[in-house]
């Protein structure tokens, strides 16, 4: 029986330790990524291509505007037509997919990385994340925050400043702390 490693571990939404060797040869890989990455301007096209399709997962040809901070990278999956605006932080310890023409504003932060809540897997070192998956067409505005395991159906809009604690309906949309459906305008 082979043994299940921390990345998969990780990926999976299982316990795993954050200091494991391959992870930490994986974070550098991705800080070297990123500080080159944000080092670039506009204009520099070639080298944004060539550094993102390094870091991503899928990059599709996703426009990101520096700075953007990742744990990893490789969990991250662009739809074609996406687009995030300045600052994002995606912590991409599980998964996070990212529907086609999907827009995302300055300073949203997604992320999947949690700890468990019992303090004795804590002071163990014990770490866990779950999935994001945001649709197509969807409309994030700056400063918004996904939570670990939320989904965010097609067409959906957060607003700016929210806090997304539970799951989006395609078409809704939600603004506040936590982030609340808006009454129809109908």
Known sequence: MTQTSQ?????????????????????????????AYNQTVYGDDDARKQLLGALLGTH??????????????????CGSGVFLNYGCVLLDVCPIHIGAGTQIGPGTQIL????????????????MGQ???????VWIGGGALLLPGVTIGDD?????GAVVTRDVAAGQTVVGNPARPLASLD
């Open 7 to 35: 990345k998969d571990r990780m990926i999976a939404g299982e316990l795993y330790r954050a200091g494991d060797p391959e992870l930490v040869a994986a974070r550098k890989r991705a800080q070297g990524l990123m500080r």
């Open 60 to 77: 599709n040809g996703a426009v990101i505007r520096p700075p953007f901070y990742v744990d990893y990278g490789f969990n991250i999956h």
């Open 131 to 137: 999935p994001i998956t945001i649709g197509a067409n």
């Open 112 to 127: 999947t990385a949690d700890h468990p809540r019992d303090p004795a897997q804590r002071a163990e070192g014990l770490e």
């Open 156 to 160: 959906a809009v957060v607003g700016a």
